[in-house]
């Protein structure tokens, strides 16, 4: 058989090369660990060890750490190939660059692939790191002819682990469960991971759902060094259930509209090469099921629209299959199997793309060079206006720069017509001069018009993630997607900085305006100084200038200079101005002591934690309060929130979790005492829907209009079998972005305009409270973009999404939607931060 020879056992490739190597010093890797891959788990400082080892004793391997983990471990990557292209892989680098017009300059020659292999992205499935030592070890031995063959060709950068942290939560639980033997029952012990499992990250997130939001530092830290290369080809190693054989490429559709016909064409001749093995040894595989290339947040798709070939390869196993499990045929798969089988997969996909090299790199140049001739989408461009939003566009800005789109200036006013994203509406649109422009064409033009485009266009409904994520909607910025280009200049134009005050003056009061995440960041920075801050609930005008409801002000009082230094201390470190003014006086509105500006007491927040609470939820709110905002928030487990002292906090969050032994009758009794007594509870998705309808909450689900309870035709009972995932669909909302309407003379909505974009991903909509205040609602034909079922729109017709209801001196604040999906809904982290923040301070606790 023409090509390479795969056995269905690691130990095989093993024992031929061990003699060879022996000279070269280089040891496999059973050798160095003392143990043959398949017989236990690594933990992640052992796979450092031999990586280290290897770059140390092979020439053609050298070993790059790009980063650390939040928990300190290294984030490192190999990079493997010919004597030849090792000696000049500065060039190689830069010559890709070239070639993808993100460098100035003609590459020199053609070069070789670059393919990157990344594993381990989802921690419990462990496998992919083991198989990622037995591949850099076959790459690395120099005797065989195969892969120093393939080399010659390829530029070979592997990711043995991107997700540490996780990996090491699943390894530790594994080792700490086993015996001496694994127990290959799948009730055993060691094949159920406790909460929160090592899927996660160190903040609970999914690190293969933030590759176009950088909100994980392991991802900002590796999409650097992925800028810096910009692969070919990029796969990325998973697992799946236990008895899910195996996938890899082609795809399941739906694919977006802008994967090219070459990227269809490469993923069916990987797929193809991968079967051939596959069959040769008798191991079952699947193709074109599942797992689609849509949502631009995968270590498939993200590539794909960055002119790279992206694939998901998917065992079975995951975090039950530990090191061995009797499947539903009664075999047992083992972790010797499931290695040998992702082993397969990358080098097979290294012998692909070595045998179509030049086609490859030439497929490369053209994506790059179409895209920066001409808009990928059907807008030319995409401008978004400074006013009155400076810190949402320099925000998102800093995540431009991450994915490596460019962005400019509007040098004129200029007259065009295009989409509002605001309103909807298409018309005429003026852009001013200094506008921040983000054209259509450039290198990364695919990208930006994926990220950037109104609506994307669903070929198929069903899809594996969310179905909507464009970047204006999840700013929450004024913006316009226009028909024709418009004039720019470089560099971006960047805001004036306020001066900061006088350190010698002694001002009545320091402003801080209200008006986005970033004046919450310098609230928490202010009260960690000591700062006691008013805030204004009505807008007012001091000094000559406007201020919005929920103001911050800081009044001297009879504070020395240590106030004045602490105010300005907290405006450096977070980059927020602050405003002085001679008097607590204002022109016009309400002065600095009246009633409508109530005294911000430092709030002491808790939230739940644990097995009751989704993990993802918590993991959005432990990272916005650890890393976002950098306030104080204390995680309470869910098994010891019944014996807390609810006193100790003002106010206590509830993530989306099922709480059903966790809030009893006489608990959620207590919680409404101390609501009563001045507590304030934040609810949020399947928190809130959790309260709805208990005693004390008056928070409602919407009930089945009665056409839907009148007894069915029998006729309409006959179902297609075939059809059922799509008949399901049709009640389903899969992560669809509506527009809502804010009440901003609210405090939960102070620093909000009128219009909100929440992403929405529960079918189960709730009536407007009767009794309380109705801050965020969804009216009819509110849908924008992404794909929600006929029956599921219409279910969100005249429905709550944020809400607050008075019980006693007390709040409960009810969020239907998360305000910070995923860490990346930009949108709403400083109407979370309100919740927190100014919602119930106008009345004084009694404890």
Known sequence: MPGIVFHTLWI???????????????????????????????PHHRVTAYFEHVASEVAHVTLEQYGATTEGRPLLYAIVSSATNMGRLEIIRKGNLQRARLLPGTPESEGPALVWLSYNVHGNESVSTEAA???????????????????????????????????????????????????????????????????????????????AW?????????????????????????????????????AAEPYHVYITPWQHEFQRLIGKNHARYFDTNGWLFFTRQVFDLFYPGYGDTWPMFNGAVGMTYEQGGSGRAGLGIITAEGDTLTLRDRIDHHFTTSLSTIEVVARNRIQITHEFADYFARASASPTGTHAA???PWADQVDQVSTLQRHLDLLGIRYATATQQTHTSGFAYRTGATGPVTVSQGDMVVPAAQPKGVLTSVLFE??????????????????????????YAVDTAIDINTPAYNPPVADEPDEAH??????????????????ARLLHHGVKVRFSERPFTAAGKSYGAGTLIMTRGGAGKEFDEAVRAASRAVGQPVDAVESTMVTEGVDF??????????????????????????????????????YPATLIGSDSFAHLHLYRYDVVILPSGNYGEVLTESRLGEIREWIRAGGRLIAIEGAARFLAGKEGFSLTKFEKKDEDKKEKEPESLLKRYADRDRTAISEEVSGAIFRA?????????????????????????????????????????????????????????????FGTESLGRGEVIYLLDSPIFRGFWYGGRLLLANAVFLVGQRIVASF
């Not at 003379?745 to 079918?763: C, D, I, Q, S």
């Open 12 to 42: 095989v490739f093993a024992a031929l090369w061990v003699a060879p190597n022996l000279y070269a010093q280089l040891l496999s890797p059973q050798e160095f660990l003392g143990y043959a891959l398949g017989e236990d788990f690594t």
């Open 133 to 211: 030592l037995a591949t850099l070890y076959a790459l690395a031995d120099s005797t065989d002819m195969r892969s120093q063959a393939w080399l010659e060709d390829v530029v070979v950068i592997l990711d043995p682990c991107i997700n540490p942290d996780g990996r090491e939560r699943y390894v530790q639980f594994y080792r700490s469960t086993r015996g001496q033997t694994f127990d290959p029952l799948p009730e055993a012990r060691e094949h159920a991971e406790p909460w929160p499992g090592g899927r996660t990250n160190h903040y609970y997130f999914d690190l293969n759902r933030d590759w």
């Open 382 to 384: 995409y401008v978004i």
């Open 454 to 479: 109104p609506e994307a266009e669903l070929r198929d409904s069903l899809s594996y993630d969310i179905t909507a994520w464009t970047l204006p909607y999840v700013y929450g910025i004024e913006a």
């Open 593 to 630: 002591g009246s009633s409508d500006v109530p005294y911000l007491r430092r709030p002491r927040v808790a939230v739940i934690a644990g097995p009751a609470v989704s993990a993802y939820s918590l993991g959005e709110l432990w990272h916005f309060f650890d890393e976002q905002l950098q």
């Open 741 to 801: 309407s804010l009440d901003v003379t609210h405090p939960l909505a102070f620093g909000y305009n009128e219009v909100y974009f929440t992403l929405k991903r529960a079918n189960e909509a709730h009536t407007w409270l009767a009794e309380g205040w109705n801050v965020g609602v969804v009216h009819k034909n509110s849908l924008v973009s992404g794909f929600a079922g006929s029956k599921a729109e219409v279910a969100q017709e005249n429905s709550l999404l």
């Open 214 to 250: 950088g909100t994980q530092s392991e991802t900002r830290q590796r999409l650097v060094h992925y800028n810096r290369w910009m692969p070919h080809v990029h796969v990325d190693f998973h697992e799946q259930g236990v008895n899910e054989p195996y996938y890899f490429a082609p």
């Open 506 to 523: 002694r001002p009545a009061a320091y402003l801080a305006e209200w008006k986005s995440f970033e004046d919450a960041q310098l609230l």
